[in-house]
Nanobody
Framework: VQLQASGGGLVQAGNSLRLSCAAS????????MGWFRQAPGKAREFVAT????????SYTDSVKGRFTISRDNAKNTLYLQMNSLKPEDTAVYYC?????????????????WGQGTQVTVSS
């Protein structure tokens, strides 16, 4: 079972990036999934979560209105569209999958983790 995150990079503030997380080894169409991030010297924090069919989503306050989480179960892929990026969004972004189908707001609810992709936003 593997989650492979990609799409990170270096962008200027105000620009956009789309992260992808491809799952292999099993299907996650019945699992809630999420994105977390960890900035240097800080703890890993919740960013966004989506339920098994994409019908419910939730975001941390700092990204509401700028980030959109989505999934394509036919492709076994999770996405995070990030618009209006700010320097404080700089972090390693991790995708994760739960063992249940709903939303998940804490890292302890997640059983599977991707390797992380670096997002750097310059001012």
């Amino acid at each position: 079972v593997q989650l492979q995150a990609s799409g990170g990079g270096l962008v200027q503030a105000g620009n956009s990036l789309r992260l992808s997380c491809a799952a292999s080894g099993r299907t996650f169409s019945n699992n809630g999934m999420g994105w977390f991030r960890q900035a240097p010297g800080k703890a890993r924090e919740f960013v966004a979560t989506i339920n098994y069919n994409g019908g419910a989503t939730s975001y941390t306050d700092s990204v509401k209105g700028r980030f959109t989480i989505s999934r394509d179960n036919a492709k076994n892929t999770l996405y995070l569209q990030m618009n209006s990026l700010k320097p404080e969004d700089t972090a390693v972004y991790y995708c994760a999958a739960q063992s249940n189908s709903g939303l998940g707001f804490t890292s302890t609810r997640y059983n599977y983790w991707g390797q992380g992709t670096q997002v750097t936003v310059s001012s």
